[in-house]
């Protein structure tokens, strides 16, 4: 009872951007402690890696093979609890797969896996287990979010009609994957990244992010793929047309060549009743919107008036804003919280299973499936989401 977890890495070494975010998101709560990792592909940055993150030298490995081979061979009370695999989409699956087999939990970043196939065969493995994955979807840890989601359920705003989620960067408006030295080498090159490119990367997370905040699903859409780089082998810029189980009409956007834009999350949703809007560039503040009224801005912090999901995910006062390694952070403490629950028997709350899941994977991986099948046909037939 109370121990803390121990945790793996596979990837996230001192030369990755990502992986020093989900150290610092998995170690704000004091639940977790980083035991071992495969840092790099490269044996001696993956030995310099875990040394500048005082391991040990003999829990720091030359390959994840090695490191689950090893760690199996420890008494209980001393292997790692679960892994973060934290490398390019190619590395995702046989990682996590090795992890599952040896009864390790798993935290993945998205997209889940390089395929619909590999996906489905995680979650399989994730049933037959009973372990607990997780996949890093991080704009849905940001509590404004979760209370979006919260007023949405409870129908302040009616009706679900008309959604628009976007996220644009500007990052790869030019071929700067062949200067190297980057994270576009492997983002750009479907033998790494998978069919899509820009859709894979961040036109996943803007997906995501409608499906969580309105609880309705994506049942077909009607897609546009463009390269508009010249020599770019996939996709830098797509759009759809989205429609829901629900019956809610959505457009969706993502771009990596929107020249001036970084990371512009944004999603807007209207209702019957009235509307709502939260955009990560001012990720404390929850905009309703009224056609009777002034609007609404929901200042988020420590406040009695939001919602029991928001609550359990604030950390600050209002005021003092929560940004992106807090909405990390969210994920890795529900998952954590979890886990931890399982291991001493008990039921884990709603609160606490409250992150995406191999569902949410898989349903990733169709997204981009589907996304790919509509947006090159230049006929521009609607999709049927089959999974």
């Known amino acids: 009872m109370g121990k803390k977890l121990r945790m793996g890495m596979v990837g996230g070494g001192s030369d990755a951007f990502i992986g020093a975010i989900h150290r610092r998101a998995a170690l704000m709560e004091n639940d977790i402690e980083l035991v071992c990792g495969c840092f790099s592909i490269d044996p001696q940055i993956s030995l310099s890696s875990g040394r500048s993150f005082h391991l040990p030298d003999n829990r720091i490995?030359?390959?994840?093979e090695e490191m689950f081979q090893q760690e199996a061979l420890l008494p209980k009370g001393e292997r790692m609890d679960f892994v973060t695999i934290v490398t390019p989409n190619h590395f995702h699956f046989k990682p996590a797969m090795m992890a599952l087999e040896a009864g390790i939990h798993v935290v993945l970043d998205k997209p889940m896996t390089f395929s619909l196939d590999e996906a489905k065969q995680l979650r399989q493995k994730v049933e037959e287990t009973g372990l607990v994955l997780a996949l890093t979807h991080v704009y849905t840890g940001y509590p404004a979010v979760k209370e979006m989601k919260a007023r949405i359920a409870r129908g302040d705003i009616g009706t679900l009609r008309r959604l628009y989620v976007e996220y644009p960067q500007g990052w790869l408006a030019e071929r700067i994957e062949l200067l190297g030295g980057n994270n576009a080498g492997w983002r750009t090159d479907p033998k790494q990244s998978g069919k899509a490119g820009c859709i894979g990367d961040i036109g996943t997370h803007a997906w995501h992010l409608s499906e969580y905040v309105t609880g309705q699903k994506v049942v077909e859409l009607c897609a546009e793929l463009n390269t508009f780089v010249p020599g770019r082998p996939i996709d830098d810029d797509g759009a759809a047309?989205?429609?829901?189980?629900?019956?809610?009409?959505?457009?969706?956007?993502?771009?990596?060549?929107?020249?001036?834009?970084?990371?512009?999350?944004?999603?807007?949703?209207?209702?019957?009743?009235?509307?709502?809007?939260?955009r990560q560039q001012d990720p404390n503040y929850l905009v309703l919107k009224w056609g009777n009224r002034?609007?609404?801005?929901?200042?988020?912090?420590?406040?009695?008036?939001?919602?029991?999901?928001?609550?359990?995910?604030?950390?600050?006062?209002?005021?003092?804003?929560?940004?992106?390694?807090?909405?990390?952070?969210?994920?890795?403490?529900?998952?954590?919280?979890?886990?931890?629950?399982l291991r001493d028997g008990e039921q884990p709350t709603a609160n606490m299973l409250d992150f995406p899941n191999v569902n949410d994977g898989v349903r990733g991986m169709q997204f981009i499936e589907t996304m790919v099948e509509a947006g090159w046909n230049s006929n521009q037939k609607w999709q049927s989401w089959i999974e």
């Not at 989205?242 to 457009?251: I, P």
């Not at 512009?264 to 809007?277: A, F, L, Q």
Request: glycine share 12%.
């Open 294 to 341: 002034p609007r609404e801005i929901i200042d988020i912090g420590s406040n009695t008036f939001l919602g029991d999901f928001a609550q359990w995910n604030v950390r600050t006062p209002a005021g003092h804003p929560e940004g992106f390694f807090e909405a990390f952070a969210n994920i890795y403490r529900n998952f954590t919280k979890t886990v931890m629950a």
């Open 241 to 278: 047309f989205l429609h829901y189980d629900g019956g809610l009409k959505g457009v969706l956007t993502a771009s990596q060549i929107a020249i001036g834009e970084a990371n512009n999350v944004n999603i807007r949703v209207y209702g019957d009743k009235g509307g709502m809007e939260w």
């Open 61 to 64: 490995y030359a390959t994840y």
